[in-house]
C-alpha cells in the first residue's frame, strides 16, 4: 500500500507542475547541413568557394583560398593607392580564426556577395616578368586564371543597420604545388569619382556617399 500512495503522490506531482495549454514542443526537422566545400582543383570553385565563405563568414574556408603570396590593392580614380594589403593582415582584417581579433565575418550579422562575371581569360607568365625583387603581379614562370567582373556585398549588422559595396574586381588564381587553385592577387577598381580639376579637396572623392571595399576594410 505504501508503494501504490507513493506512486499516486508522485503522478500528481507531475501533473500538477505540467501545463496541459502549452503548445506541444517540436524539434525542427527543416535543418539541412551543407556538406563540406569542395576541394579547389578547379579555378571555378574557388570563386564559389569565395562566395560561401562570405555569405556563411566561414573565417576558416576563406583562409583556405588565399593563397600564401596572397595581396590585395585598390586604388582611387588618380591612382593613389587606398589599401594594399598581404595574407595576414587580410586574415586580421577578416577576423582571426581563435577570436582574438574581431573583423569584418565577427562584426556583421548577415553578408549577402553576389558575383557577376564579365571577363574570364589566361594571364600568361612570359607577359608579366617581376619589376622588381617581390613584385606581386609578376610571374614570369606561371599562368594564372583570372576572374573579373562585378562585385555586390550587402553587410548587415541589424535590419536597418549595414553597408552595401558595388565595384568591379578581379581576382587572379595561381595553382600551388598540392593542384590546387586559390587567390593570389583580388584588385578592385576604383569607384566612379569626380576627377577633374575641382582642386586637391575633391580628388578622388567618390560619387554620392558609395563605400568601397578598400575603404570598409581601412575602418
Known sequence: MLNRAVLFAALTLLVACSNPFAPE??????????????????????MENLE????????????????????????????????????????QIMGTRDGSNQGIFDIFRSIDW????????????????????GDPDGHPYEDWEVFRGRVEILLLQSADDGFRVVQVMSFKLRKGDDDLWRIVRWIDDPLAGDCGDGGDNDAGRPVGSSWSWGQLKRR
Open 114 to 133: 553576389n558575383f557577376q562575371q564579365s571577363q574570364r581569360y589566361t594571364e600568361l607568365g612570359r607577359d608579366f616578368p617581376n619589376a622588381f625583387d
Open 52 to 91: 560561401r565563405a562570405f555569405s556563411d563568414r566561414d573565417k576558416d574556408l576563406y583562409e583556405n583560398i588565399l593563397d600564401d603570396n596572397f595581396w590585395f590593392t585598390e586604388t582611387d580614380c588618380l591612382g593613389e593607392l587606398i589599401l594594399a594589403n598581404d595574407k595576414e593582415e587580410e586574415l
Open 25 to 46: 514542443k517540436t524539434v525542427p526537422t527543416d535543418v539541412v547541413e551543407k556538406p563540406p566545400a569542395e576541394q579547389t582543383t578547379m579555378p571555378e570553385i574557388v
